[in-house]
Nanobody, 121 residues
Framework: QVQLVESGGGLVQPGGSLRLSCAAS????????MGWYRQVPGKDRELVAE???????NFADSVKGRFTISIDNAKKTVYLEMNSLNPEDTAVYYC???????????????WGQGTQVTVSS
């Protein structure tokens, strides 16, 4: 089994910063990519940022220049550094990883349980 455990969410004032972490564990053969999505009530889950294990990144237009993503391959952990936060960034943030588990030769998506980020004064 593969597990993703997120941490780092919370309440922050507009203009502030937060760093989210997501650690993968379990029976992992390899990790192709890790990233972050977010969702607010009544809306679809949307991509925030993602990175392959070789460092190729993709960001939502709304976070470009404010958020950075990085992967520590040795720790199987992805980080999302969020700066200049505004109320529109308020959402539940979910970690997603494309993983090749030890029991398979195919990549599969796995999701974390989500962590709340609230930007409010």
């Amino acid at each position: 089994q593969v597990q993703l455990v997120e941490s780092g969410g919370g309440l922050v004032q507009p203009g502030g910063s937060l760093r989210l972490s997501c650690a993968a564990s379990g029976s992992i053969r390899s990790i192709y990519s890790m990233g972050w999505y977010r969702q607010v009530p009544g809306k679809d889950r949307e991509l925030v940022a993602e990175s392959t294990n070789r460092g190729a990144t993709n960001f939502a237009d709304s976070v470009k220049g404010r958020f950075t993503i990085s992967i520590d391959n040795a720790k199987k952990t992805v980080y999302l550094e969020m700066n200049s936060l505004n109320p529109e960034d308020t959402a539940v943030y979910y970690c997603k990883a494309i993983v090749r588990p030890s029991t398979s030769w195919n990549n599969r998506p796995y999701w974390g349980q989500g962590t709340q980020v609230t930007v409010s004064s």
